[in-house]
T-cell receptor, first 111, second 117 residues
């Protein structure tokens, strides 16, 4: 399968714990995006990488959130000191010609 | 800032009925417009797109026309099937084609479509 993959698919954690998600984009895609989707809403942009450079971050990305894309390949999104309000689906997408391909998402539940 | 407003759901139709899901947008530039679909248990998939005014995007029997004068991109299908049951998202990207830019998407809230046999 050559689509965008995300791991884990589901994560349940306790408030205050740190979590990390991984996204593997389509191999030739140089742009990678993270979005967050809460129940009943459309996805909201979090951050964007072109190759290994993080070029834009949304105001939604508080200082508890950090994202990396070492070597311009896979990306990780870490949330420190999770809060119940962080419960959401975290989506990753990649594109090369402006058409974004989405992964299946990681559903985070913070208890 | 950019925003997308799409018709509230849920929408329930019988098989072979005509579908319209309204979508209007606000953007500072000249956005490209998209419809994405999310089938139950699956990720978001691009359904169709239009990159400039008066363009019509089409795929799988669905169509939408980019109307700059009314800032709209309504989704239509002449005869829906049970397999079309899904959540449909209208979205815009304000940086299409500008080379090296961030093509981030701004989404509407989604419309749940249920088609009954």
């Amino acid at each position: 399968d050559t689509g965008v993959s995300q791991n884990p698919r589901h994560k349940i954690t306790k408030r205050g714990q740190n979590v990390t998600f991984r996204c593997d984009p389509i191999s030739e895609h140089n742009r990678l995006y993270w979005y967050r989707q809460t129940l009943g809403q459309g996805p909201e942009f979090l951050t964007y990488f072109q190759n290994e450079a993080q070029l834009e971050k949304s105001r939604l990305l508080s200082d508890r959130f950090s994202a990396e894309r070492p070597k311009g390949s896979f990306s990780t999104l870490e949330i420190q000191r999770t809060e119940q309000g962080d419960s959401a689906m975290y989506l990753c997408a990649s594109d090369i010609l402006g058409e974004q391909f989405f992964g299946p998402g990681t559903r985070l539940t913070v208890l | 800032g950019d925003s997308v407003t799409q018709m509230e759901g849920p929408v329930t139709l019988s098989e072979e009925a005509f579908l319209t899901i309204n979508c209007t947008y606000t953007a500072t530039g000249y956005p490209s417009l998209f419809w994405y679909v999310q089938y139950p248990g699956e990720g978001l998939q691009l359904l169709l797109k239009a990159t400039k005014a008066d363009d019509k995007g089409s795929n799988k029997g669905f169509e939408a026309t980019y109307r700059k004068e009314t800032t709209s991109f309504h989704l239509e299908k002449g005869s829906v099937q049970v397999s079309d049951s899904a959540v449909y998202f209208c979205a815009l990207s304000d940086h299409w084609g500008s080379g090296g830019s961030n093509y981030k998407l701004t989404f509407g809230k989604g419309t749940l479509l249920t088609v009954n046999p």
